[in-house]
């Protein structure tokens, strides 16, 4: 009788394949780029060895339209890319969101615009979180912040993915997909059935599925486009997630996902010691924002400090989430750059000094 | 049936057409004098004859036909501008037995979705491409296709197709007749009874292809435009026969149907979770210690941030994995952090790697280093001061003179290079400062059985970073026990008295027999 061990050492990009396989992915279409190449070597390796499908696309285009393909099919279906990547792949995201079709996407970002670098930056924000393609729709975004949590939400993405029948999105920077860490994998999941919308299973009428997303008749998509926002509606309601950590008291709020958090945390324990009540409210999501979490430290925030590896792109969500009660600042580095921790404290002390009224 | 067929409605078509919205259900929404309609007709028929109606999935384009699933009852999707094949690559690759149709228009395919079509193409997927071809763009307005004749009028060519500017038209039977591996492909033309029977047999002959799970079928149709193109429905079949015939001549271009054998396709994805287990989870070695193993005592109870820098080939980044695979088999939290990018492509290269017991916060050592490994002088002077005080400094004293650093700062100076040249390997530098790293980290921690515990650990580390190397593991083990020699004298204090039993030959051949590897899933 072999023994297996759960406890592995693995890439982020590595650990995301992991908890795609650990979730019954059956297909994974990629194509090669920087900081994100890792997720194909390694589908590319294990997903023949569970005899699921790998299949290297000839563009970024190519691979979230195999991706629509595979989702019509009722299967659960990947791709993984970087910045530039996503750019190419925004069309069929919306089609996704159209179809009503669930697929999970990695974006392992980089920093930009144009080529940029392939440092970590976090201003893939808004062509993920905001839309990005053509016409209104949301996904979901999740936001791990170690290697551990790659694992983890890459799970959960398929699962609420499906749930809500709507494209759902990795995001993690180039530091959290590029390290190793020591995680736990968790048991793979049971065997699934192909989802009912498949193409070759029929409707309620006996007739064979089909997938449209064009409605001519104004009323009509009005009603379709109405049942999305609904849905979407419903989402931010109940599926808002965030870590709080010390945020009980805090006077002074971090607000920061992905590797900023981590930084964020040392810069909240830095300030403690210093006797200055920092907190950190870390979205583990970011569609939908945790809106509540951050409300809920206004009883005692005087400041809140957005910390990103962008020109200032989440603290726009973090300012409608308070409603503008407390002053938001931003603390940020990019162009490849993380903020240092200290950075990080000069930003929260300065902030309490600006936001004592 | 085959009456049915011949005379009657193909029972593939729904009987009235609920699915288009608006009072008309029994007619199609296609001009007088399009080609659509009739080239739906004959896939409905050959599709209705070959019994594969529940397993055809119909890819609709951008364009005119955009609304083919208001008349098939097949599985049916309309997709985005051109990306037809890629969806159909996605939907016969994750369900084999599917036949797939790809329906597609001249601007769709020839223009915007050229790429993906090509590609599916060339990779020989188990799909059917119908390509009409009618020179213009139809649903748009009648703008000039890839395929557009020379000098003819559309809405973007009010003066004609001009060559020098436009180029010729896409020839794209003949350009996938260069590649390897379509097993047929065909253009026919819809314009008179005679090439209309033609055309029927080309579908029905590329759908048995498809049946047959075959692989890449292309059926080029020359097509009418009449509302777009300005004439009667003569003048279109003229134009058909006279003008695109001599541009885009009928005819088979290849036919390998009958050398290619009937494919049955498999598909058994492994999702059973105890099978799944067996390719993803690492196995449980017979050497190390127990996944339950918590050490202690008081090693790594505070976080030891570890920075190593060199130049790429010295082994840095995997001389941080060693020590984070070490550290997560003794159940620490581990990070390890690389310096990625144009860097890794020559040059300098650095890595990271926090070992703690608590939840390790930031992975980026951020001027909070606690033990730093240069083995360059360059890694040396921009990294040295990020030490802390009272932190430890490793280099390689083969090639660097002892650095000046302020006093509470302990300096480790290895012959790491030497050692290595002695062993017969270059390469095994980093090994001998692991072994070096093993005491300053473990030894003046740890005593007794608890150095054997981690020697343990340090040689699963090692084997798991050279897998399937057994000359290379047995090297870098000697290296591992010659650096921790060299660690202990320049600490100058006891280590565990195993050291020269274990650099002998019958002691690392007993660490690295055979079952002692993973199973090569778990490559790093």
Redesign the interface.
């Known amino acids: 009788m072999v023994e297996y061990n759960n406890r592995i050492l693995l890439k982020g990009n590595e650990a995301a394949v992991y908890g795609a396989l650990l979730a019954n992915c059956d297909c994974f279409f990629g194509y090669p780029i920087t900081p994100a190449s890792e997720i194909a070597h390694t589908a590319a390796r294990l997903f023949p060895k569970l005899k699921r499908v790998f299949v290297q696309a000839e563009s970024e285009i190519g691979a979230i339209n195999m991706v629509i393909g595979a989702a019509a099919m009722g299967k659960r279906a990947m791709t993984g890319s970087s910045g530039l990547g996503i750019s190419l792949k925004q069309e069929a995201v919306s089609y996704l969101a159209a179809y009503e079709l669930p697929a999970v996407i990695l974006d392992i970002t980089r920093s930009g615009p144009g080529l940029g670098n392939i440092g970590p930056e976090q201003s893939d924000y808004f062509q993920v979180v905001k839309g990005g393609g053509h016409g209104g729709y949301r996904c979901l975004v999740f936001t791990p912040d170690s290697v551990q949590e790659m694992c983890d939400m890459t799970m959960l993405a398929f699962d609420l993915a499906e749930k809500y029948r709507m494209p759902a999105y990795v995001m993690a920077d180039g530091v959290i997909g590029q390290m190793m860490e020591s995680l736990t994998l968790p048991e793979p999941l049971p065997p699934r059935e192909d989802s009912p919308w498949a193409l070759n299973k029929k409707d309620a009428e006996g007739n064979a599925n089909m997938l449209t997303t064009i409605y001519l008749e104004h009323d009509e998509l009005e009603e379709v486009s109405r049942k999305l926002h609904a849905k979407y509606e419903k989402v931010k309601q109940t599926e808002q997630r965030a870590e709080n950590y010390l945020t009980g008291d805090a006077e002074v709020v971090l607000c920061a996902y992905g590797v900023a958090a981590r930084v964020a945390r040392r810069a909240v324990d830095v300030l403690r010691k210093k006797g200055i009540k920092a907190g950190l409210v870390r979205p583990l999501m970011v569609f939908p924002f945790p809106e509540n979490a951050l409300k809920d430290t206004l009883s005692h925030a005087r400041a809140i400090v957005a910390v990103e590896l962008s020109a200032g792109q989440m603290i726009e969500d973090v300012k409608l989430a308070v409603e503008c009660r407390v002053p938001v600042s931003l603390c940020c580095r990019y162009g490849g750059n993380i903020p240092s921790v200290a950075e990080i404290c000069a930003a929260a002390e300065n902030a309490l000094k600006g936001g004592a009224r | 049936m085959k009456e049915m067929v011949k005379f009657g409605k193909s029972p593939v078509f ?1 009987d009235k057409f609920t ?1 288009r ?1 608006g009072p008309i259900q029994d007619n199609m929404h296609y001009c007088p004098g399009c080609g659509h309609g009739i080239l739906h007709k004959l896939i409905a028929e050959a599709v209705a004859e070959r019994g594969i ?3 055809t ?1 119909i890819l609709a384009p951008v364009g005119c036909a ?2 083919a ?1 208001y008349y ?9 501008h051109g ?1 037809a094949p ?10 084999p037995d ?1 036949c797939v149709i790809s329906y597609q228009g001249d601007g769709d395919l020839g223009a915007i979705g050229f ?2 079509f090509l ?1 599916a193409a060339n990779r020989g997927e188990n799909m059917t491409v119908f390509f009409v071809n009618n020179t213009n763009y139809g649903m748009t307005g009648g703008q000039m296709a890839p395929t557009t004749l020379p000098g003819q009028i559309t809405t973007t060519t009010p003066y004609g197709r001009d060559v020098n500017t436009e180029g010729y038209p896409l020839k794209v039977c003949e350009m996938v007749d260069a590649l390897e591996k379509p097993i047929y492909i065909e253009r026919v033309a819809l314009s008179t009874t005679a090439n209309i029977m033609k055309a029927r047999r080309a579908v029905g002959k590329a759908l048995d292809n498809l049946k047959a799970h075959k692989g890449f079928s292309l059926v080029e149709v020359l097509s009418g435009c009449p509302v777009n193109l300005k004439k009667s429905a003569e003048d279109m079949n003229r134009f058909i026969d006279e003008n695109m015939t001599k541009y885009f001549p009928l005819g088979c271009f290849r036919d390998r149907s009958a050398e290619v054998e009937e494919f049955v396709p498999e ?7 105890e ?10 070695l017979n050497i190390g210690v127990s ?1 339950d193993f918590r050490n202690e005592s008081d090693i790594f109870r505070s976080e030891r941030r570890i920075k190593i820098a060199g130049f790429g080939g010295q082994g840095i980044l995997s001389l941080g ?1 060693m020590l ?2 070490m ?2 088999l003794r ?8 310096s ?3 860097e890794q492509r020559g040059g300098s290269a650095n890595c990271s790697v926090i070992l703690s017991r608590e939840k ?5 050592i ?3 280093c606690n033990l730093l490994i240069a083995m360059t002088s360059t890694a040396l002077e921009k990294f040295k001061g990020e030490l802390k005080p009272n932190s430890v400094l490793v280099y390689d004293s083969s090639t660097l003179e002892r650095p000046d650093v302020p006093a509470d700062i302990k300096v480790l100076g290895i012959d790491a290079l030497n050692i290595a040249r002695e062993i017969g390997n270059v390469k095994c530098a980093n090994s001998v400062i692991l072994g070096a790293l093993s005491v300053v980290l473990v030894d003046s921690y740890l005593q007794g059985d608890d150095k054997m515990d981690f020697d343990r650990a340090f040689e699963e580390a090692i084997i798991d970073s050279f897998n399937n190397k057994p000359e290379v593991i047995k090297q870098n083990l000697y290296a591992f026990y010659e650096g921790k020699k060299a660690g202990a004298k320049c600490f100058k204090h006891g280590i565990s008295g195993n050291i020269d039993k274990k650099a002998n030959d019958d002691a690392l051949n007993e660490i690295i027999k055979a079952d002692n590897f993973r199973d090569s ?4």
Do not use: M
């Open positions: 729904f699915r919205p109606q529940d397993k999935i955009v609304f699933y098939f009852n097949c599985g049916g999707i309309s997709v985005s990306r890629a969806v159909g690559t996605g939907v016969s690759r994750s369900t599917s790429n993906e590609q598909y058994a994805p492994v999702h059973d979770p099978e799944v287990k067996s390719i993803l989870f690492p196995r449980k996944a994995i984070a695979t550290g997560k159940n620490f939290n581990v990070s390890w952090l690389p990625y990018g144009p390790i916060a930031s992975p980026i951020d001027g909070e899933s778990t490559d790093l």
